[in-house]
């Protein structure tokens, strides 16, 4: 009889140590949590183009390229839309740019863009309810200062970097913002050069994960390179002198300049080398990230996903043409053809991802989130337009399709573009009638967009014209009026 109580208290301890680990397991700091990590990297301006995995061939992007390998590479993939802040707000809210509250780059002076509404639920707010340490590094644009739009009112636990993206042109600010502390970067005053914010913010993104390396973490690292600035540290710029001859010069502002720091565009005597520089910088801060969850043992318990905000730009020196940035696509930044709005997209997550696959499924910003709501395994949120793309990522389940895929630009005389299966219509200068165009193209057999079918496919232009009207509900704010 003592026997067989002590046999019962020895089960029972047993089975309560084991739910004392599985808790700890869950909310313990000593022990991995069994939520899966989830990191965001989202480069600025880079073309479709522009990886080695994508086809570029000019220069060497090794660390994106083993990502791939190790991972899944989409080839149809889409931005929010075609400039900065729309297509982040598309990517924050799981709505595309009919739908998204932030549809333009809309300035607010003297910094900072028009706020995203208090009442929106961000993807950082979704997975903080869910339990997640969430951190924003990088370029915001969604919320000025003080606004009800600033990163800390929108889900974020931590923030550095820049808010208003009209600065983020510089890459040697005067100041950067830890969460609403302004940091004054001393070696940038005046005309000294020192500082460089893409370093800065890059090393706080890697103290992110190291902090919070025992928590479920959502790591948001909206990079900042290669927007339009060709500027970088001369050790990074030596490497490629004089390799990508004839050079193309670029005068910007100088020290002493009206704008200067202000968003202008800096000088640069070498833009080609400084472009291929800068994106290997960029391609070696992606190694860091993933060498940072292998050396903390996080690597299989971390999805790292890696895209761009919108297609390659034509400003402050930059020359996609001479680097085949678009690769076989039509258009650039501010364009809604396929250059200027389909990007690359890679995802790792070693053990779950297979290696070395690549995917043709159809998909967009406005997808991440139900993908990160499936991947934390928590509720997709109701009122969005995107579709979990987890099934295409694990090669389990059914992956459903989207209808169609929307997209507007409220610049330029106001552009639209919708996709439904391989046909793509575009419409230009949408705010001028008697301009209009209206352009169809079969993307199976035309991915550059050089034929327009319209005249021969009249019954296909009505019914994409239709869902282009209901696609979208009117915004006070952003409005094609």
Same mark, same amino acid.
């Given at each position: ?6 046999f019962v208290i020895l089960i029972l301890s047993g089975i309560f140590l084991l739910n004392s680990c599985n808790k700890q397991s869950k909310t313990g700091d000593e022990t991995t949590s069994s939520q899966p990590n989830i990191v965001y990297i989202l480069a600025d301006d880079l073309g479709y183009g522009d990886l080695g995995c994508y086809g570029q061939s000019r220069f060497q992007t090794p660390n994106l390229d083993k990502m791939a390998s190790e991972g899944m590479l989409f080839t149809q993939h889409y931005a929010g839309t075609t400039v900065c802040a729309p297509s982040r707000s598309s990517l924050m809210t799981g709505q595309h740019t009919g ?53 800390? %009112?929108?889900?974020?636990?931590? =923030?550095?970097?820049? !808010?208003?993206?009209? *600065?983020?042109?510089?890459?040697? &600010?005067? @100041? ?123 690597? %299989?318990?971390?999805?790292?996903? =890696?895209?761009?905000? !919108?297609?390659?730009? *034509?400003?402050?020196?930059?020359? &996609?043409? @001479? ?159």
């Open positions: 009889m003592i026997k067989q109580t002590k739908h998204t509250p932030i549809r333009g780059n809309k300035e607010v002076q003297p910094e900072g863009q028009w706020p995203i509404p208090d009442g929106t639920f961000t993807i950082a707010e979704m997975l903080k309810q869910a339990g997640y340490v969430t951190g924003g590094f990088g370029k915001w644009g969604l919320g000025y200062p003080g606004s009800e739009g600033e990163p800390n %009112n929108q889900g974020f636990d931590e =923030f550095f970097g820049y !808010n208003c993206q009209r *600065l983020a042109h510089n890459y040697y &600010p005067s @100041y950067l913002w830890d969460n609403q502390t302004k940091i004054i970067l001393e070696g940038n005053q005046g005309d000294k050069f020192e500082d460089y914010a893409a370093e800065l913010i890059h090393e706080k993104a890697l103290q992110f994960i190291e902090k919070n390396k025992n928590k479920p973490f959502f790591l948001f690292y909206p990079n900042v390179i290669p927007h339009a600035e060709l500027l970088l540290p001369e050790e990074n710029l030596a490497e490629f002198r004089g390799q990508f001859l004839p050079e193309k010069e670029f005068k910007g502002a100088e020290p002493g300049d009206e704008n200067f720091r202000n968003g202008a565009y800096g000088t640069q005597a070498e833009s080609h080398a400084a472009f291929a520089a800068m994106v290997t910088l960029l391609d070696q801060q992606v190694g860091e990230v993933l060498a940072k969850l292998k050396e903390l043992g996080l690597e %299989n318990n971390t999805i790292v996903m =890696f895209s761009s905000d !919108n297609g390659p730009h *034509l400003e402050g020196g930059a020359d &996609p043409d @001479y680097f085949d940035s678009n690769g076989p696509l039509q258009g650039y930044k501010r364009d809604l053809y396929e250059g200027g709005i389909r990007e690359p997209m890679i995802a790792w997550w070693p053990g779950k991802i297979e290696a070395g696959t690549k995917s043709g499924h159809i998909s967009a910003f406005w997808d991440v989130m139900p993908t990160v709501a499936d991947i934390a395994g928590i509720e997709v949120p109701g009122n969005i337009d995107g579709i979990s793309f987890l099934p295409t990522l694990l090669n389990q389940g059914e992956q459903k399709e989207h209808d169609y895929l929307y997209w507007e630009f409220h610049e330029k005389g106001g552009r639209k573009a919708i996709r439904k299966g391989d046909w793509k219509l575009v419409r230009y200068e949408v705010l001028n009638p008697e301009k209009t165009t209206t352009e169809l193209y079969d993307l199976s057999t035309d991915i550059g967009e050089e034929h327009n079918v319209a005249d021969e496919h009249p019954e296909i232009v009505k019914e994409l014209l239709e869902l282009i009207k209901s696609a979208r509900t009117e915004s006070e704010v952003f409005t094609f009026k």
